[in-house]
């Protein structure tokens, strides 16, 4: 990003600060795709996910005065939305999609190969909440173990077993989709 | 499918590929906006009607404060008018009183006899 991106940045935060509607819009447009991308992989549905994305917007405009940086808020917004997410779970465990919530899920972007990889968001959906936490704000957010640790209030350790684990599971179960469909 | 897979290296990439961003679509943020301008009526919408409570409340109490004066009030002038109906009653007795033992004395002047005894009055 550079100087002058970053600077207007600040200023669209400041102007949102400042009590200005259209600041706070333009926020909510820049971090939609981030925000309802991870309530969308948690949850698997997509309604639950455009409710829980407004709801964390909603909180965030109640709360923007706690916000102190433009990377501060990126930070709450993962953070928000990802222990809201946790708790829908909890409530409401089998939240599941149907087969064409899957399909809302997968990338916009051409994947290289369209099956292997809605076969991975179907693996990703049986993992555990917090597993799936751990590898979208990995995979999806790009954070690194320390940052998703701070994110979820996780020990670093915990982060690194479900991450380590949640990918021998992935593999595990790709290879064998693979070896059924040989 | 797992050709490509034999090292976490691709795991990763493939990961990182599946969970690209997917956007809500142009109406989510005017959404948003909409729940938050709902939420500000809302909120205004309760601190009316507490301001309308609070005038109503104050209107009760203004006026139980007013009753009970005026029926203090009334209450204060039965018992003055009481009071008057009792002294008048007294005074009338009072001047009977002398009007009939005016008229015993006359009586007995005229009859030029001295009062018996037992007048009875």
């Known amino acids: 990003m550079s100087g002058d991106e970053e600077c207007a940045r600040g200023d669209l935060l400041t102007q949102a ?51 102190s940086s433009e990377a501060h808020l990126g930070f709450w ?17 089998r939240l599941e999609g149907a087969a064409e919530e899957l399909a809302a899920a997968v990338s916009e972007a051409e994947p290289a190969d369209p099956l292997l990889e809605r076969r991975l968001l ?18 999806q957010e790009d954070l690194d173990p320390v940052e998703i640790a701070r994110t979820l209030r996780m020990p670093l350790n915990t982060v690194k077993s479900h991450l380590r684990r949640s990918l021998a599971q992935l593999r595990e179960r790709l290879d064998g989709t693979a070896d059924a469909l040989t | 499918m797992s050709e490509g897979l034999e090292n976490n290296q691709e795991l990763e990439r493939r990961l990182r590929s ?37 005038w109503l409340a104050f209107g009760l109490a203004a006026s139980v404060v007013l009753a009970s004066l005026l029926a203090h ?49």
């Open chain 1, 17 to 67: 600060l400042a009590g200005e509607r259209a600041a706070f819009a333009a926020l909510v447009r820049r971090h939609q795709r981030s925000v309802y991308s991870m309530a969308l992989r948690m949850l698997s549905d997509r309604h639950a996910a455009e409710d829980l994305a407004q709801e964390v917007f909603l909180q965030l405009f109640r709360n923007l005065s706690a916000v």
């Open chain 1, 77 to 93: 917004l993962r953070k928000v939305t990802m222990h809201r997410a946790i708790d829908r779970l909890r409530r409401a465990p």
């Open chain 1, 122 to 139: 179907a693996l990703l959906r049986e993992l555990p909440a917090a597993a799936r936490a751990v590898v979208l704000l990995r995979y």
């Open chain 2, 18 to 54: 599946a969970l690209g961003a997917v956007d809500p679509g142009e109406g989510f943020a005017p959404r948003v906006m909409a729940r938050i301008a709902a939420g500000a009526a809302d909120t205004a919408r309760p601190a009316r009607a507490g301001a309308v409570a609070s």
């Open chain 2, 73 to 121: 009030e009334w209450q204060a002038r039965r018992l003055e008018q009481g009071r008057e109906a009792r002294r008048q009653l007294i005074e009338a007795l009072r001047v009977t009183d002398e009007k009939l033992d005016l008229a015993y004395r006359a009586v007995n002047t005229r009859e030029g006899g001295a009062p018996p005894e037992h007048s009875g009055v």
